[in-house]
């Protein structure tokens, strides 16, 4: 591993930028070419749903980087590697396949696509746990969460002007390119040998039977289940609500990104001093109020500089809620399994996405955008009953390596 923890920062905040470009089309225009396609939101949401599986059986592929040394190269870089190579791929062959005449095959290739994505995301989240102490989980978080949403913004600037004034194949091509940008990072990393008591150990699956555990999975599955579900319907609200147009689109989500990176500062922030339930029930509050705000504010002549302001403040809100809830997790995390367990941690928050993709299309072509934003903000109080057993853990047990198998 890079000793100087610039270097090492970097690392982390690359690769989830390149993550971050290929996300920042799915929220940005993804719903907005589909639509222009002749689909529906409800295809949309099927789409999303679909493509989404492979994060959630990611599991398998955190377990392979923690027990096997691929090719002498280590636990994680290698299989970093491939993911990015899968990725680059896949977006090149996108220009080939019409979504319309063949919806099934873009699902099966978008569905590749997110396979080579979560390769080297839960590798990557593998080597940060084997990397970071508790007391700087938040921060690596903020770096990873930042890094994510500032790749979200350089992608969602560039492919919409590239859509609206060049052609949907150049935002393909574009997003090819900017999966290049970490390899150097990836190259040069060397991977530490691992100490004994991080070794693969079958018997710290036994985390899983402890309810605390269980409950963290949970509580990550509600809160990407709103996140998620409602972001991908903003720009879709604000085309119907405002008109904006492809540019717009993109301008505006690259304005919502830069409210990730506050809010990614801010989660960090929020959790110093492992302060979890607290920074959890703020993070909750923000999200509720600012949900609250789009369905509410934002109608028909609204002024378009106001409705930006509130998608920011959303913005903000949605990055404080990923970086508190990895971080959170994080402290659940068993160090032998890290990828592994970490996978299945995640496995919820996709499982959360997943329905929240499939219900926001759905709800939203059934009841409109409004009222689903204001359902999304109410769904948000299921996540306290699983607080008081969260909380209680985290008070017996100051670090996850505590935990009992």
């Known amino acids: 591993m890079y ?4 270097t090492r920062n970097l690392l982390f905040a690359s690769l989830y930028f390149t993550q971050g470009t290929i996300l920042g ?32 059986i990611k599991i398998f592929l955190g377990m392979l980087s923690d027990r096997v040394n691929l090719f002498g190269r280590g636990h994680r870089a290698p299989y970093i590697l491939i993911g990015l190579a899968v990725q680059l791929a896949c977006l090149l062959a996108v220009p080939a396949i019409n979504p319309k005449t063949n919806y099934w095959g873009f699902v099966a290739l978008a569905f590749l696509l997110q396979l080579g994505m979560a390769l080297y995301d839960t590798c990557t989240d593998g080597l940060a746990l084997d990397t970071t102490p508790p007391a700087e989980q938040g921060n690596i978080q903020g770096f990873m969460v930042g890094g994510r949403a500032i790749g979200t913004i350089v992608a969602a600037s560039a492919v919409g ?8 194949d150049s935002v393909f091509w574009v997003l090819a390119v900017l999966t290049l940008l970490p390899l150097p990072l990836v190259f040069g990393l060397k991977e530490n040998e691992r100490p004994a008591e991080k070794r693969f150990d ?23 289940m709103v996140i998620v579900g409602a972001n991908q319907l903003i720009n879709p609200f604000l085309e119907e609500a405002l008109g904006i147009s492809l540019s717009q689109a993109g301008y505006i989500t690259s304005l919502w990104g830069i409210g990730v990176v506050a809010g990614s500062i801010v989660g960090a922030w929020l959790k110093s001093n492992d302060k979890d339930i607290r920074a959890t029930l703020t993070m909750l509050g923000m999200v509720a109020v600012a949900l609250l705000a789009i369905a509410l504010l934002i109608k028909p002549g609204l002024a378009l500089p106001l409705a930006i302001a509130i998608v920011i403040i ?3 809100a949605y990055g404080a809620a990923q970086t508190i809830t990895f971080a959170l997790c994080m402290r659940f995390v068993d160090p032998r399994i890290a990828a592994s367990m970490f996978a299945i941690l995640m496995a919820f928050t996709n499982v959360g996405q997943g329905i929240g993709l499939g219900l926001g299309g759905a709800a939203a072509d059934a009841i409109g955008f409004n009222l689903t934003f204001v359902a ?15 909380a209680q853990r985290l008070n017996a047990k100051s670090s996850p390596d505590a935990m009992p198998e």
């Open 376 to 390: 999304f903000a109410v769904l948000l109080a299921l996540v306290l009953p699983f607080l008081p057993s969260l």
């Open 161 to 168: 002007l590239l859509a609206e004034k060049v052609s949907w």
């Open 25 to 56: 089309y799915f929220a940005s225009l993804n719903a907005l070419y589909l639509i222009s396609r002749g689909l529906t939101m409800t295809d949309v949401g099927v789409f999303g749903a679909i493509a989404l599986i492979p994060f959630i």
């Open 202 to 224: 079958w018997k710290a699956f036994g985390a899983f039977k402890q309810w605390p555990v269980i409950a963290v999975g949970l509580v990550g599955l509600i809160i990407f």
């Open 314 to 316: 959303y913005g903000i």
């Open 3 to 6: 000793p100087n923890k610039l």
